[in-house]
């Protein structure tokens, strides 16, 4: 049962991650996250992965999801595995982001999965490891 209650403790924090995204509450994505995170989003920007503070990441979301009307990140199909206060999270995932524009082409899509690692501080379950693994993205 611990293992069980261990997974979803873990898949909240996944699901709260992208919920408070969309939220925009930033201040509530920072409780997802370790202090520094080992970060790849090398599929989608071409950067190299590296290990960076949270604050980091958190800043550049915001700024790059200023201009964007909504955002949508669904979720699922979840695989994770606990094991010693550590825990694997593989996940599909669907961002929809809705800029209104004269094209009329509104929204842009970006589909993948993600590879998420997070580990047990102070009883608490924190993302550590962050990868964003792009299979197409369309839209404006």
Not at 42 to 68: D, K, N, Y
């Amino acid at each position: 049962m611990t293992e069980l209650f261990e997974r979803e403790l873990v898949r909240e924090v996944v699901t709260r991650l992208f919920v408070h995204t969309d939220d925009r509450d930033w201040s509530r994505v920072r409780e997802c996250f370790a202090d520094k995170v080992l970060f790849d989003a090398q599929s989608l920007t071409g950067e190299a992965p590296q290990t960076v503070p949270a604050a980091f990441i958190i800043s550049g979301w915001e700024a790059g999801l200023e201009g964007v009307q909504a955002l949508h990140h669904q979720v699922g199909n979840f695989l994770i595995s606990v094991q010693n206060g550590s825990a694997d999270v593989f996940c599909y995932g669907i961002a929809s982001h809705y800029l209104p524009n004269e094209t009329g082409r509104n929204t842009r899509t970006f589909v993948g999965s993600y590879d998420i690692h997070l580990t047990k501080l102070s009883g608490d379950w924190k993302i550590d490891q962050f990868r964003f693994n792009l299979k197409y993205a369309e839209g404006n």
